[in-house]
């Protein structure tokens, strides 16, 4: 991959040094014992930078710190008006719950990310996510439809909800609604990532050695790493068929970058190559901040109340026989009934033309 | 890879070079140090016993779940346990056989709940160990589950329970002792009902013997649950695989939603 990298992220990564200004002086730079740069502490990657450009920046890539400054102000203030107006975290108009989020659980920091840009997504230049292939929306609506009603059993909501990875706990790391903390340790021939989000793990040895056998699909993938200069680059696949990265699908070659910065800042770099999902590679960035904040074990499964509550919902309504009327099971979670109807029809579509080809 | 190959060849020859002059000196083993000094515990390593199914003696049994055939049997073991019995009072002995008699059901690891310490040593997957000056990382297979034992904050405290606990570590002399606190009572030793409450208190002690092993070692104490306290042991063993490397085991989805959600399914016998 390392061939494929492209040249406006080795601009953007010149970028982020001028903006910073703090270049990582040579004499500074932290290394371990034994040679390698040391990446090691706990990071912070709460950001209030969207993956996307916001339609309003338009060609805009990069902030200015007024503009950076007034975003985050902007965000505090709305952040203050909804603590201020009580417990209504909920839109009551759902006539559910189904969105049980209230501000204790989000925690996205408000700051914008330290590389000073309008969206996460550095390439392609837009900032916005390269077109979705026919095969990859028709995967996303498949899920779409099936999370729009009661769920048979477990299999039939997504691998977060399962506790089997965490959302944006990767790979690749993602700033979430929550536990967006990391922290890396590392000794001779391994760099070992904990993510607060699951209490999960990778260690992933930094010899780049080959990946294991194809046939072998993991929930995470299987990541290989080996060091470039001062960044450790990572290349992970073989992930299962259910493990769905913004709709990428088992055979996403993720490659992640991280370089640090600075004693307090982490480059985490990452391109998405899957062309079964995506028409063109695309490469997100953003900087971690070092905190001395403790990393919590998140027990997902062990208090995954929800789960049981969704399933002893679902059989509820089958026994009350209504089962059948909703399309409507947590939808708003997932961009609302809208997104529930779209999907739902745009498979009905789909079928008819099919069947019209091949009567 | 030929060079990689290459690499680890030479890098063994040099242990064993190194480990020869060693023995030489005084005759006896010594533990290969980080380069910080401390003896090295970096690697991947395993319990080879049945201490998961039962940490007291116990002849082989029947799988309950007879789709299983023999391939579901429960193996044989010796007792890890000092002394051969776990000190219970008399009124958890009854909880421990109680436990025991509806194990699959009770059994927080069917649901492949976070084992707790010191069951997630020996439960029947490696584990690894990533060993830095300041930290201990253990990287469990089981669960993917991870436990970071702190050697750089003595005298602090949990700041709520968990699953896993709060490790602190210290070296005392080749060994890296763990105090491992604030668990929640929700975790088991091992699949045979043996159990604790929230008053738990681990000490575990890891010490290299070997080039491929470690003698590991955890001292119970809970005064709510038993008589005084006691302490099992047993080897590690390093998986010695030339391509030895963690895999996944998500056992979520490999049987433990099956164990906490089962009843709820579509079409279960409602509760």
């Not at chain 2, 060849?9 to 980080?34: F, H, I, K, N």
């Not at chain 2, 000094?37 to 116990?58: T, V, Y």
Request: aromatic share 10%; net charge negative; hydrophobic share 35%.
């Amino acid at each position: 991959m390392k061939h494929r990298l492209s040249a406006s992220t080795v601009t953007f990564v010149a970028a982020v040094l001028v903006v910073t200004g703090a270049a990582y002086a040579e004499d500074e730079k932290l290394v371990t014992s034994w040679g390698v740069p040391d990446l090691q502490g706990t990071w912070d990657y709460r950001s209030i930078t969207p993956l996307e450009r916001p339609a309003a920046f338009g060609d805009k890539a990069t902030l200015t710190a007024e503009e950076a400054a007034e975003l985050e102000e902007q965000r505090r203030q709305q952040r203050a008006a909804r603590a201020a107006s009580g417990v209504q975290d909920v839109d009551p108009s759902q006539g559910d719950v189904d969105v049980g989020y209230n501000s204790f659980w989000l925690d996205l920091g408000d700051k914008v990310s330290g590389t000073m840009r309008t969206s996460l997504i550095v390439d392609p230049p837009n900032g916005r996510l390269p077109k979705m292939t026919d095969g990859a929306i028709r995967r996303a609506n498949e899920r779409y439809a099936l999370w729009g009603q009661p769920p048979a059993g477990p299999e039939e909501r997504n691998s977060y909800e399962r506790c089997i990875v965490g959302f944006n706990a990767g790979p690749p790391v993602t700033p979430g609604a929550y536990n967006n903390m990391m922290e890396i340790f590392q000794s001779r021939g391994y760099v070992a990532i904990m993510t607060e989000m699951i209490n999960d793990h990778r260690v992933i040895p930094t010899d780049g050695r080959e990946h294991v056998d194809e046939s072998m699909r993991f929930w995470k993938g299987d990541s290989s790493g080996v060091w470039d200069g001062d960044t450790f680059v990572v290349t992970t696949k073989n992930y299962t068929e259910h493990t769905a990265y913004r709709g990428t699908g088992p055979n996403l070659v993720l490659t992640e970058r991280f370089t640090r910065t600075g004693p307090d800042a982490l480059l985490y770099e990452y391109t998405v190559d899957d062309p079964e999902s995506f028409e063109a590679p695309w490469t997100s960035a953003i900087e971690m901040r070092r905190t001395d904040d403790p990393v919590l074990e998140y027990a997902c499964h062990e208090g995954n109340r929800a789960m049981t509550l969704m399933l002893r919902g679902a059989r509820h309504r089958e026994q009350q026989g209504t089962a059948e009327d909703g399309k409507d099971w947590l939808a708003s979670w997932y961009g609302g009934q809208n997104r529930v109807d779209a999907a739902q029809e745009a498979l009905e579509a789909a079928k008819e033309e099919q069947d019209q080809q091949d009567p | 890879m030929h060079k990689h190959s290459l690499a680890v060849s030479l890098s063994a020859m040099l242990l064993l070079v190194v480990s020869a002059v060693v023995q030489a000196q005084d005759g006896a083993w010594e533990a290969p140090r980080t380069p910080d000094g401390n003896p090295d515990l970096n690697g991947i390593w395993q319990a080879m016993n049945s201490a998961h199914w039962d940490l007291e003696a116990h002849h082989a049994r029947r799988t309950p779940v007879p789709a299983y055939g023999a391939l579901g049997a429960i193996p044989a073991g010796l007792s890890v346990v000092e002394g051969g019995e776990i000190p219970y009072q008399d009124w958890a002995l009854e909880q421990r056989n109680a436990n025991r008699a509806d194990w699959l059901n009770l059994d927080p690891a069917a649901k492949c709940f976070i084992p707790g310490i010191p069951r997630a040593t020996y439960m029947p997957l490696p584990f690894q160990i990533v060993q830095t000056p300041k930290a201990v990382f253990f990287a469990y297979e089981w669960g993917g589950n991870s436990r970071p034992v702190r050697l750089d904050r003595p005298g602090t405290r949990a700041v709520l329970p968990s699953w896993m606990g709060y490790s602190l570590g210290h070296w005392e002399g080749d060994t890296l002792v763990v105090e491992v606190t604030d668990q929640v009572p929700d975790t088991w030793f091992d699949a045979s009902g043996n159990f604790h409450s929230e008053e738990l208190q681990v000490v575990e002690r890891y010490t290299r013997t070997g080039p491929d092993s470690m003698h590991y070692e955890a001292t119970i104490t809970d005064p709510n649950v038993f008589t005084e306290p006691w302490t099992i042991s047993m080897p590690l063993y390093r998986r010695l695989e030339e391509n030895a490397r963690l895999l996944e085991f998500k056992c979520i989805p490999l049987g433990g939603e099956d164990a906490a959600y089962g009843h709820l399914r579509r079409g279960a016998t409602p509760e």
